[in-house]
């Protein structure tokens, strides 16, 4: 079912060769949102198009606490209400002396709703009249990309029950990782920004998403690909999820979702790219199952006043890999019991104020993690994650034309992973292998065999990590008018940032081993000296002591931003925002002291007056200064001997041992060279008719000095095969952070979308996409591959072969979501199709003791005739689909109560194309697949609504 | 017109600037060449055509008439004859092009350059030979370590410019010996037998793993560049490493063929080496044991020319005997004081590269 992960890539090797404790960090700075939608409409004569001034707008809705908000229209008829929160309105034009007009409308955060009103004698004579305008937006005042999917449109497909997983439903989002965290145009997962109701939870140490939230608490997910105004400061998009709140009328929900293994195909499949599904494998299939409970209440607490919403999610998944090489053993199923709680509190002590409490938990324990066909129990995964967040949003509305925020709140995280030995219980699975590959001994050091990518005895190291956050944005916003209209918003944004990190590797030592065979017999048998007992399969000797670190960072951010309507057909929205970001080590050196400019400019030109034919272009940057990644590597940390095997002694004291880590294995460069993303988006977009938008957008995004580990001291022979020497004379590795002018790459896309509710009963949302993204910076200190020796800078002899198609690269992305009800019931599919990631072809390395090196461009394989350019050819993975489909049916007509039970079908077709090779150049499974679909599976569903 | 072709140009492009392949095309550096398909005598000792970096070159220690101390690598002869031409004057081994090899003239190094052994892979004030055929088992299952010279004179041209046949025979700004321009179909399978203007000098420069850790005959390396004595060139844009075993001395076979025609069938020259077939020896404990059968490369052969020394009939092909020493725990050390009644020919040549380290 739901199988996120927000630890965004686990303890690597190579994460151990430098003794460094976390996995990837994280820009931290700002990606301050807008929480409440706004109308924005004009009134006039049906007759004779003249502007209608004076008249009263009225919009009252269930979501607005307090009274219901009014303005009047303009000497030009138009009128605008701001600060609305997300929900469904009524707008009520009136004019004295005649009867109102009603409209049911439909805001969205960081939108506005364009409504124009013909008025007409014949119109305001009618008793009421109502229009449905459940309309989908061109956003006529606004140059961003992206859109808003509300709970309506969740409940109406299959999803993951999750925002991360709902997101993937937009265009330009795709989740190459798999793991929850999706890429968007260009910018690598960790680049994306995630805020829960103003408060950015994006991990201050993974870059990734660091709070589940219960997702029938979720009200509506803003998804921001790009073009966006001076407010936000992101290099990739922005995940803007507002929670549902309470209202006058007392509400509660219960939720249960079942899908038992019996409801799941399993994914037996052949090992090699093209096999199928096994369809006479009599074996068990591996377990694939989840069960999910939720509880909710909402109501007042005084009546217009102060509401609540409190809710409680239950979920128990597990999910399983089929046996495959190179030990052909059953996996024990990845398992993952996760609580999730919310409390929101919205309370209006006057009509001038509003304040917004949220609290969230979401303790996660996950087990057996790994699912690496390569390994047996006890080198299991384990992890226990979660943490609670807080926020507080308090709104003054000083007047119609002011308004002051402010955008509070706290986050702790922590995340204790490790050993699955160490967290928790081993498992046990049949398979013809020795005790000590079936026991767990605490003390048994890790055996990587090289020969056949397989790993024994132990799991990987044990890292206690703990993050907090603060976050305080105050903002000013003013509209009036000065050749022309203006809405201006002006804010200030901080962040302040920890981290602390142990961590420890289980048995003291991790052994590569290489030249022995395949299997466990390859190994090299360590001796109660210490040494081989016979040196066969003996090849590098990782020995890694305890390390202690942290981090601090502090960001702060300014902006202003106008939108300016000079003219009923022209929006401007220049802004621009300066940047400031520093952070420090474990010992309080700077490891980043970085500034930041950010021009930003919006055009917006209504081509046809109606608000239904728009073009916009935007430019603007935006400056990644506080990163607390590079703090974590820049920092001293337990020292780790490479030690290699010598024949001759019969030992691990080759002459080609160094270390990496400890106290002066690194390098500052704190000040300069911001990270920055230059982008330029054109958009035009038709209501082509009722409710139904067609866009295209060109977004061409350049991504500059990005983040990177530059290693300063090894002097590689020639062929970058081997290490002949060490600049400094001590044999070590030493790693510089830095943001070399080097390290860029470029993304241009296209995005092709349709959105179309003509009416209550259907709902679609279409888009395609075609994009490019390549360059050398393809992702920053491993955060991709779970190898920081995959860079640029690692080994100047294949530097080159950094420069191509990245490894989340994706030509074309097809995605359809589409939905109908009728009489209570209720079908929704959503399709994803997608070209594959590119791979890289990885050789073996000596100095580095296994596979590092490479020899041909990223996204390319050399072929099978070596030492022949014209062999070199394009490698990707194969195309993936999935077909989710949901199928529902409310029994409100026949038992007079909202219970609604739903059929949710997930990858109908039962594809099974490969998601993940292994790209290392071993003769006993290159290429052999290590990852595919998840399978048909079905998942049942009961909602009571009250 | 222009609104036709505008959209069309714009298109192109934006398309063509999303292919980040460009940057790979011309004659830009391929990597290291790849040993997987390495002849093993080519990988070093403890070689894996897999697992590059590991193995080691050492030369075998050898001691000239002289009295000169020398180190010579090994790599088997694996040819039919001796022969470097056909009947017909068409070369039987591949060329190889030598760049600027009277040092009157030179290539053009960066501006301001500095060698930066950390950032370069090679020296880019120098220009690398280019060769044509790898010691690989399948592409070139009949390899041997010769090569027949092409002079090219590089007229300037920026160093390491040039890193495959096909683009430098296509170059018009260098100059090929007495002033030819190569017409050959690049890259050829053989040995480029006719447009090739070769000045009818062969070496024998066997390519070998670029990744071996070659040594010294005392076992060092260079100290500032931690390498030994090969060298570096290309082959089709791969970085190559090989090894200078010298001029190959060349005598002509003008004997008419059967049809009485004419010949002028170049043939490699050999010299002797000797090895003794008894010395001394230490067990695994470290003890010397009186002696122990002796063979090629054990460290107590004799060779009858250093490199270079071309009167005493120096060549890098050398034919293989045996001898007796009169006194097994102490053998001859010159040629002169062998019992030449114990000389065995092995029957067999090596090709014996010498280093003078």
């Avoid at chain 1, 009603?102 to 004579?125: F, T």
């Avoid at chain 1, 009328?249 to 079942?258: M, S, Y």
């Avoid at chain 1, 399983?320 to 209006?348: G, H």
């Avoid at chain 1, 608000?611 to 590079?630: C, D, H």
């Amino acid at each position: 079912m739901n199988r996120l992960n927000r630890y965004g890539r686990r303890l690597t090797l190579a994460a151990a060769l430098l003794g460094t404790a976390t996995s990837a960090i994280p820009r931290a700075a700002f990606a301050a949102v807008e929480t409440n939608g706004r109308l924005r409409g004009n009134v006039v004569e049906a007759q004779t198009q003249a502007p209608v001034p004076g008249a009263q707008i009225r919009v009252s809705g269930p979501a607005l606490i307090g009274n219901a908000r009014t303005t009047a229209t303009a000497d030009d008829g138009t009128f605008e209400i701001f600060e609305l929160p997300p929900g469904k309105y009524v707008v009520e034009i009136s004019y004295a002396g005649v009867k109102p007009i009603r409209k049911n409308i439909i805001i969205r955060q960081g939108e506005a709703y364009p409504l124009d009103v013909q008025w007409s004698a014949e119109l305001a004579e009618q008793a009421e009249t109502v229009v449905e305008e459940s309309r989908r937006m061109t956003r006529p005042d606004d140059s961003s990309t992206g859109t808003v999917i509300t709970q309506d449109e969740m409940s109406r497909v299959a999803t993951s029950r999750s925002y991360q997983g709902v997101i993937q439903q937009v265009a330009s989002v795709t989740d190459v990782s798999g793991n929850g965290n999706p890429e968007i145009k260009g910018a690598s997962y960790v680049q994306t920004r995630y805020v829960i109701d103003g408060l950015d939870i994006t991990d201050p140490v993974t870059g990734t998403f660091s709070a589940n939230i219960n997702f029938d608490s979720v009200a509506s997910v803003q998804v921001l690909t790009g073009a966006m105004d001076a407010e936000y400061n992101s290099l990739g998009g922005v995940i803007n999820v507002i929670t549902a709140a309470g209202s006058d009328e007392f509400h509660a929900q219960a939720r249960l979702f079942i899908n038992n293994a019996k409801f799941s195909a399993g994914n037996q499949y052949g090992s090699s790219l093209y096999h199928g599904a096994h369809i006479a494998d009599s074996t068990p299939k591996p377990v694939n199952q989840g069960y999910q409970a939720v509880l909710g209440v909402s109501g007042p607490i005084v009546k217009h006043r102060l509401w609540f919403n409190l809710n409680f999610q239950y979920s128990y998944n597990q999910a399983s890999q089929t046996a495959a090489p190179p030990l052909n053993v059953s996996l024990v199923p990845d398992t993952r019991n996760t609580f999730l709680a919310r409390l929101k509190l919205t309370w209006a002590p006057s009509d001038k104020h509003r304040v917004t409490l949220s609290l969230s938990g979401d303790p996660e324990f996950i087990r057996n993690a790994n699912q690496n066909p390569g390994g047996l129990p006890n080198t299991e995964f384990a992890q226990n994650q979660g943490g609670a967040l807080v926020t507080l949003l308090y709104n003054y509305f000083v007047s119609e034309k002011q308004q002051f925020d402010i955008s509070t709140g706290f986050q702790f995280n922590r995340i204790y992973a490790g050993a699955q030995g160490i967290l928790g219980t081993v498992g046990h699975v049949a398979n013809p292998f020795s005790a000590a590959a079936n026991n767990y001994d605490p003390n048994s050091a890790a055996h990587n065999n090289q020969d056949d990518d397989s790993t024994w005895y132990q799991g990987s190291r044990v890292q206690d990590d703990r993050r907090f956050t603060f976050q305080f944005d105050p903002s000013y916003s003013i509209r009036g008018r000065a050749a022309g209209a203006h809405d201006i918003k002006i804010g200030l944004q901080n962040r302040l940032v920890k981290w602390t990190n142990n961590s420890y590797t289980p048995g003291g030592s991790v052994y590569n081993d290489a030249g022995g065979g395949p299997g466990e017999g390859g190994l090299c048998q360590i001796g109660a000296d210490g040494n081989p007992t016979s040196g066969n399969g003996c090849n590098q000797q990782i020995v890694s002591r305890p390390s202690t670190q942290s981090g601090l960072g502090y960001a702060f951010g300014a902006f202003i931003r106008d939108r300016w309507t000079v003219m009923k057909r022209l929006i401007l929205e220049p802004g621009i925002r300066v940047d400031y970001g520093i952070t420090k080590n474990t010992l309080g050196q700077t490891v980043s002291n970085l500034f930041g400019v950010g021009p930003r400019i919006g055009v917006i030109i209504d081509l046809t007056g109606d608000q239904k034919t728009i073009f916009k272009a935007n430019y603007g940057r935006s400056n990644e200064v506080m990163s607390l990644l590079p703090a974590s590597y820049a920092s001293p940390t337990g020292l780790t001997n490479n030690n290699f095997y010598n024949p001759t002694t019969g030992k691990f004291d080759s002459s080609n041992n160094y270390t990496s880590g400890g106290n002066g294995a690194y390098r500052l460069d704190p000040n300069g060279n911001t990270p920055h993303v230059d982008s330029v988006t054109l958009t035009l977009n038709r209501e082509i008719f009722k409710n139904s938008l067609v866009q295209v957008d060109y977004t061409y995004k350049h991504f500059a000095n990005q983040w990177d580990s530059i290693e300063k001291n090894q002097i590689w022979d020639p062929s970058g095969s081997r290490v002949a020497g060490y600049k400094n004379g001590v044999q070590e590795q030493v790693f510089q952070f830095s943001r070399p002018g080097s390290n860029w790459r470029d993304y241009q896309g296209i995005d092709f979308t349709l959105e179309s509710r003509p009416n209550d009963h259907w709902d679609i949302y279409a888009a395609y996409t075609v994009s490019w993204l390549y360059g050398p910076a393809s992702e920053e200190f491993g955060q991709l591959s779970g190898d920081n020796f995959q860079s640029q800078y690692y080994n100047p002899r294949v530097k080159q072969f950094y420069d191509g198609f990245t490894p989340n690269d994706v030509r074309h992305i097809i995605k359809l979501r589409t939905s109908y009800n009728y009489k209570g019931f209720d079908i929704g599919a959503f399709l994803q199709w997608r070209t594959g990631t590119n791979a890289v072809h990885k050789y073996w390395n000596s100095n580095d003791g296994y596979y590092s090196t490479r020899r041909s461009p990223s996204g390319t394989d050399p072929g099978t005739t070596p030492n022949s350019v014209a062999n070199i050819s394009a490698f990707r993975l194969p195309s993936v689909m999935t077909v989710d489909v949901r199928l529902g049916y409310s029994l409100k007509e026949l038992l007079k109560q909202d219970l609604r039970i739903y059929f949710d079908l997930f990858n109908v077709f039962n594809l099974g194309a490969v998601t993940a090779i292994r790209d290392t150049d071993n003769p006993n499974g290159f290429g052999l697949a290590t990852s595919r679909q998840t399978p048909f599976k079905m998942q049942i569903g009961l909602s009571y609504d009250y | 017109m222009w609104r036709q072709w505008l959209p069309l140009t714009t298109a192109a492009l934006t398309l063509s600037a999303c292919n980040p392949y460009y940057r790979f095309k011309g004659d830009s550096s391929a990597g290291s060449a790849d040993p997987v398909n390495f002849m093993a005598a080519y990988l070093g000792t403890g070689g894996d055509p897999n697992k590059p970096g590991s193995a080691t070159l050492q030369p075998a220690p050898a001691t000239a008439t002289d009295g000169t101390a020398l180190g010579y690598f090994t790599f088997p002869f694996t040819g039919s004859n001796l022969k470097l031409t056909s009947a017909d004057g068409k070369l039987k081994v591949p060329v190889a092009y030598n760049f600027d090899e009277d040092g009157t003239t030179a290539c053009t190094p960066p501006k301001n350059y500095v060698y930066d052994q950390q950032r370069d892979d090679v020296r880019y004030d120098q220009q690398g030979s280019i060769f044509i055929q790898l010691p690989d088992t399948k592409q070139f299952p009949h390899y041997q370590p010769v090569i027949a010279d092409v002079p090219v004179t590089s007229n300037g041209l920026p160093c390491q410019a040039i890193k495959s046949e096909d683009h430098l025979v296509k170059r018009t700004d260098v100059t090929f010996a007495n002033g030819l321009q190569p017409s050959l179909t690049p890259n050829e399978a053989g040995a480029h037998p006719v447009g090739i203007p070769t000045d009818g000098v062969f070496y024998a420069r066997p390519v070998i793993d670029p990744s071996i850790d070659v040594r010294f005959t005392d076992g060092s390396t260079d100290p500032v560049t931690g390498l030994g004595p090969q060298k570096w060139g290309w082959y089709n844009r791969y970085l190559i490493a090989w090894l200078d075993g010298g001029q190959i001395p060349v005598n002509y076979d003008n004997t008419p063929d059967m049809a009485g025609e004419p010949q002028h069938v170049a043939v490699m020259s050999t010299q002797p080496i000797y090895f003794p077939t008894e010395h001394p020896a230490i067990d695994q404990d470290g003890n010397a044991i009186i002696t122990m059968s002796g063979a090629l490369g054990d460290g107590y052969d004799l060779i009858t020319a250093a490199k270079g020394d071309t009167k005493n009939g120096f060549s890098p092909l050398c034919q293989v005997f045996s001898f007796v020493p009169a006194d097994p725990t102490a053998p001859e050390k010159n040629i002169a004081d062998i019992d030449m009644s114990t000389v065995v020919d092995q029957g067999e040549y090596v090709w014996c590269i010498q280093v003078t380290k």
